[in-house]
């Protein structure tokens, strides 16, 4: 297991590093939204020490905000006051956030930094295993391993059916460490949540109790996004009825990977886009901007992969393409290549290997359906096969007469 970065938890609001006034509102609306809750129930709604959550009450308790409805084993059972009430109120119109506590934005900058994806250690056993699970030239490999060792970017360009896809999803499992996430980061009273539980994965290796429990321990980030692409999903998500921002995809996978797949076919101009990357790519950092205009400088550090189909030569131009400094063309298979990916898919799926079927397979494609030999065919074949296999209610197999009816359904006529 590797070593985890320690945590430390902060033991009074000063240590927090975000204003008192907006972690007193939040335990308020939390308080509010509860009808009663005890102390320590409140310390782990917020994610928050009891020390500081008792130092948090005694100051609402003293403006009469928050009282005490009696103890339960020398813990304080709290409500919101009258006065309480009303003041959460107008909280909850201006921002209904009220989850874990947030932290600052200086310590969100500060933690990505010290846990960069450059700051990884790449090993060329855990590239390999990486990809072992693929069909891939020596080459390759190795172009795949430097560019992970960059820990910029990468366009993987190629025909379509290439592969280029499942090489993207495998880069990051290259990464065996981890990070931290936090819940939420605070700007000037706005609150930004960050941990995602669909795209962040956590990890079990946390000590809950010597850990700032604000932050969530998870493995390096990987997010993947398609056609939907837009230009706004770049930018801080704001939510005009609950009031508060979701980070954009770049945020949320900073130290991580961030997936571009098929690259070009977004909903939006691939020059639109590619502006809005020039200067994260070029100088690591991105621009974020609040409904008020203020500009937040945030770090941008992940890699990125582009995966198109199309010429990158069509779709960026000179400036664009310099920033991007690994290139990897993935090609079709050869007649050996083209054996190895059936072999090891008939062991996956308990099928007999015919080496002969294959080869009459392999003269089928590239003379009669005129087709290169695609990484993709194999998979697609078999599940053709499987799946006309179990509707005859028989076994399936693997032979010329079952892969000729495969071809016939599944390519069009040439």
């Given at each position: 297991?590797p070593e985890?970065?320690?945590?430390?938890?902060?033991?009074t609001?000063?240590?927090?590093?975000?204003?008192?006034?907006?972690l007193?509102?939040?335990?308020?609306?939390?308080?509010y939204?509860?009808?009663?809750?005890?102390l320590d129930?409140l310390?782990?709604?917020?994610?928050?020490?009891?020390?500081?959550?008792?130092?948090?009450?005694?100051?609402?308790?003293r403006?009469?905000?928050?009282?005490?409805?009696?103890m339960?084993?020398g813990?304080?059972?709290?409500?919101?006051?009258?006065?309480?009430?009303?003041?959460?109120l107008?909280?909850?119109?201006?921002?209904q956030?009220?989850?874990?506590?947030?932290?600052?934005l200086?310590?969100y900058?500060?933690r990505v930094?010290?846990?960069?994806v450059?700051?990884?250690?790449v090993?060329?056993?855990?590239?390999?295993?990486?990809?072992?699970?693929?069909v891939?030239?020596?080459?390759?490999?190795?172009?795949?391993?430097?560019?992970?060792?960059?820990?910029?970017?990468i366009?993987?360009?190629?025909?379509?059916?290439t592969?280029?896809?499942?090489?993207a999803?495998?880069?990051?499992s290259?990464?065996?460490?981890?990070?931290?996430?936090?819940y939420?980061?605070e700007?000037?009273?706005q609150?930004?949540?960050?941990?995602?539980p669909?795209?962040h994965?956590?990890?079990d290796d946390?000590?809950?109790?010597?850990?700032?429990?604000?932050?969530?321990?998870?493995?390096r980030?990987?997010?993947?996004v398609g056609?939907?692409l837009?230009v706004?999903?770049?930018?801080?998500q704001?939510?005009?009825v609950?009031?508060?921002?979701?980070?954009?995809?770049?945020?949320?996978a900073?130290?991580?990977?961030?997936?571009v797949d098929?690259?070009g076919r977004?909903?939006v101009?691939?020059?639109?886009l590619?502006?809005?990357?020039?200067?994260p790519l070029?100088?690591?950092?991105d621009?974020?901007?609040l409904?008020?205009?203020?500009?937040l400088?945030?770090?941008?550090d992940l890699?990125?992969?582009?995966?198109?189909n199309?010429?990158?030569?069509q779709?960026?131009?000179?400036a664009?393409?310099?920033?991007i400094?690994?290139?990897?063309?993935?090609?079709?298979?050869?007649?050996e290549?083209?054996?190895?990916v059936?072999?090891?898919?008939?062991?996956?799926?308990?099928?007999?290997?015919?080496?002969?079927?294959?080869?009459?397979?392999?003269?089928?494609?590239t003379?009669?359906?005129?087709?290169?030999?695609?990484?993709?065919?194999?998979?697609?074949?078999?599940?053709?096969?499987?799946?006309t296999?179990?509707?005859?209610?028989?076994?399936?197999?693997?032979?010329?007469?079952?892969?000729?009816?495969?071809c016939?359904?599944?390519?069009l006529?040439?």
């Amino acid at each position: 297991m590797p070593e985890v970065a320690t945590n430390p938890v902060p033991n009074t609001v000063e240590e927090l590093g975000v204003p008192q006034t907006s972690l007193e509102d939040l335990t308020l609306k939390t308080v509010y939204l509860a009808g009663e809750l005890m102390l320590d129930d409140l310390a782990a709604k917020l994610r928050l020490n009891l020390r500081v959550v008792s130092e948090l009450f005694r100051s609402l308790r003293r403006h009469e905000l928050c009282e005490s409805k009696g103890m339960v084993n020398g813990i304080h059972r709290l409500t919101a006051t009258m006065q309480g009430r009303a003041r959460a109120l107008e909280l909850l119109a201006q921002n209904q956030y009220a989850g874990p506590a947030p932290v600052s934005l200086s310590d969100y900058v500060s933690r990505v930094r010290a846990q960069s994806v450059k700051s990884f250690r790449v090993q060329r056993r855990l590239v390999e295993k990486a990809f072992e699970h693929l069909v891939l030239a020596d080459q390759v490999v190795r172009q795949l391993g430097a560019a992970v060792i960059s820990g910029t970017s990468i366009f993987l360009y190629g025909p379509t059916g290439t592969g280029k896809t499942s090489i993207a999803e495998a880069i990051p499992s290259i990464y065996h460490d981890a990070v931290w996430i936090p819940y939420a980061v605070e700007v000037d009273a706005q609150i930004i949540t960050v941990f995602d539980p669909i795209l962040h994965r956590r990890h079990d290796d946390s000590d809950a109790d010597n850990d700032d429990p604000r932050w969530v321990l998870c493995r390096r980030p990987r997010v993947t996004v398609g056609g939907e692409l837009t230009v706004e999903m770049l930018d801080l998500q704001f939510h005009p009825v609950s009031k508060f921002y979701a980070a954009p995809l770049q945020m949320k996978a900073n130290n991580g990977v961030l997936i571009v797949d098929d690259f070009g076919r977004q909903r939006v101009r691939p020059e639109e886009l590619l502006n809005r990357w020039t200067v994260p790519l070029d100088r690591r950092i991105d621009f974020l901007t609040l409904l008020g205009g203020r500009k937040l400088e945030i770090p941008f550090d992940l890699f990125v992969v582009f995966a198109t189909n199309l010429d990158p030569a069509q779709l960026a131009d000179e400036a664009f393409l310099r920033r991007i400094h690994n290139k990897i063309r993935i090609e079709n298979l050869g007649r050996e290549q083209f054996h190895r990916v059936f072999e090891r898919l008939c062991r996956y799926f308990g099928l007999h290997y015919d080496c002969s079927a294959v080869d009459y397979l392999v003269d089928t494609l590239t003379t009669e359906w005129k087709q290169p030999l695609r990484p993709c065919y194999p998979l697609d074949l078999i599940n053709h096969l499987r799946w006309t296999a179990e509707y005859a209610g028989e076994a399936p197999r693997l032979d010329r007469e079952t892969l000729a009816l495969a071809c016939h359904d599944y390519f069009l006529k040439p």
